[in-house]
């Protein structure tokens, strides 16, 4: 079975997206946050590295990307103190999950508020690459 999924843009476009159901878990399910620790689990990269991202969607799940000690982890729940906090409404969340929405599109339009210093997002941009491409089956 098929899921479409359609995004309204701010903008007037609307983006439109497919996704098998049994294929990879829910977005913005525990069970997709689950398989994204799951995932980071048995990834390492440089020690030294250290950056802690916190998503909030609204009417949603709350979860961080915690990245220290050679170790990423995904966890359910706020972070003490993280380095950037993303929120957004389900809508928005929904269609950047399903990439029918770019990030930084959301943020340009003001649909994804972003709190704390973004330059540590300039500064860990390999790494966040190397993260995306990581999760990006989930």
């Not at 000690?69 to 706020?78: A, P, S």
């Amino acid at each position: 079975m098929t899921v479409w999924t359609l995004f309204n843009h701010r903008d007037g476009t609307v983006a439109v997206t497919a996704r098998r159901l049994g294929s990879v878990p829910e977005p913005l399910t525990e069970a997709w946050i689950d398989a994204m620790a799951e995932i980071a689990a048995g990834r390492t990269v440089a020690d030294g590295v250290s950056l802690v991202l916190e998503y909030r969607v609204t009417g949603g799940p709350t979860w961080h990307l915690a990245v220290a000690n050679g170790r990423i982890q995904v966890v359910t729940g706020t972070a003490d103190s993280p380095d950037v906090s993303f929120h957004a409404e389900w809508a928005t969340a929904l269609a950047m999950a399903d990439g029918s929405l770019d990030p930084l599109r959301a943020v340009i339009d003001g649909d994804l508020l972003l709190h704390g210093d973004p330059r540590s997002l300039v500064m860990a941009r390999d790494l966040l690459d190397d993260v995306g491409d990581l999760f990006s089956n989930c």
